[in-house]
C-alpha cells in the first residue's frame, strides 16, 4: 500500500499476524451458535463418531462412512476425514458444539494462511498475496463454510488442496537454490497423497488435476511436464471408478435430470450468480431455489456475455504475457464445475459454501488488480489502500452480521424461508422450529 504498509507486509510474520486476526476475528461470535440444520443427523444423532479409533476406521466403510447409513442423500458422497475430525472433535467436546465452531475457524486460518503462502509463491508480490489472502479471510460468502458446522468438508477439501498444490509448485525443476532431486520427489510425492486426502474430504478437489496442468504449462519449464502431471490424472481416474462402481448409487443419483440444453442455460445462470455472490456479496441465503432455463433470456444471454469476457480478459491477459491474471480466472471458473450439474444437489441450485475453493482465483485476481494499481502514480496509488481498508472492514461487518442469523432455530429457518418463498422445505422447517419453541399457532 504506502511505502510504510508495504514494509511491513514484506515481514512475513507481520503479514501471517494481521491475517490470523482477519480470519479469526470475523468468526468469534460463532462460538455460542449451537448445531444447525444437517448439524443435528451429523453430529448429536450420529454415534457413529462416538467410538475413538473404532469411529475412525468406520469413517473408511462404505457401508457406514461415519454418517447414518440409511439416509439416501449420503450415498451421494465418501467423506471419510470429515468423520475423522468430527469424531475428534466428539472426543475433546462430546457434544459442545463450541469446539466444532473452533475447529472450523481454525480450518479456515490454515486456509487463509496457505492462499497467503500460494500467492507469494505465484506471484512473488507479497503485497498482492496479502491483499488476497485479506479478503478471502473476510469474505461474506465464506460465512456458510466456517458458520455452518457441517460445511468443514469444504474447508478440509480446500484446505489439502492448497497444501498438495504449494508442494506441486514446490517439487518443480525451476525451485530457487538447486533444490536436491530427492528432496522434490518426496515433495512430488506428497503432493499426490494430499491431493487423496483433498478427495477423500470432498469432491471440489476434483478440479486439482486441472489447475495443476494449467499451472504446468503456463509457469514451468518445457520438458518433464507430462510425467509429472499424469500421476494426478491416474489418481482423479481411480478414484471417479470407486465412486462409480463401488458406491452403488452414485451413478444413478448423479445422472443428468433434464436435457443438456437446459442444464447449460440453468447453470450459466447459477455461474452468473456465484460471480454476482463474490462482487457484491448480499443479499446471503441457505437455500437457493432451483429454476431451469429451457431457454435464453435475459439472465441467460448476460450469464453467457460474462463468462465470455471472463475468457477474453484471460486470452488478453495471456497475450500480454500477464499469465497468473489468465490462470486466476482459470482457478475461479473450473473450480466451480462439481457442482454445475444442478439437478442432483437436491431441490436446490447452488450453495454459498460451494465457492469456498472457487473463490481463491477471485481473491487471488483481486489481490493482482491492486498489486497493479499501487503501482500506478498519482491519486489512484494514494486512494487504493483506503478502498482496500473499507471494502474488508465492510465485509468484515458484513460476516459478522451474517453469523447472528445461525444463533437459534427461529433466526435461521425465518431468514431460508423469507429468502426462498417458493420452496417448501424452508417453510417446514420453520414449521418445526415454531413447535419446538412451543409457538404451535405460528407453525
Sequence with gaps: MNMKTDGMLEKRWLACAALVVLAVVPYLNTFSNPFMWDDIIQIPENPSIRYGWKSVVMAFDLTNWGIAADIISTKLFYRPFHSILSTIDYSIW?????????????????????????????????????????????HPAHTEAVTFISSRPDLLSALFLQISFLLYMASGRGEKGGTPKGARSLRHVLSLVFFVFALLSKEMALMLPVFIAAYSVLFEPAGGRLKRIVPFFALLAAYILFRVFAMSQFANLHGMKVPLPTLAYSSSVVVLDYMRLLVFPWPLRTYYDTIWYSAVGWKVALAFAVMGGSAAIARGALIKGKRLVAFSILWLYLGLAPVLNIGTLGEFSMAERYLYTPSIGFCLLFGLVVGALLKKGGRLKAATPYAVSLIVVVFIVMTMARNKVWATDLLFYGDMAAKAPLSTLPHANLAHAYMRDGQNEKA
Design 94 to 138: 462430546g457434544l459442545n458444539p463450541l469446539g466444532y465452531h473452533i475447529s472450523n475457524t481454525l480450518l479456515h486460518l490454515g486456509n487463509t494462511l496457505l492462499f497467503y503462502a500460494v500467492a507469494v509463491k505465484l506471484s512473488n508480490n507479497r503485497t498482492a498475496a496479502f491483499v488476497g489472502a485479506a479478503i478471502f479471510a473476510v
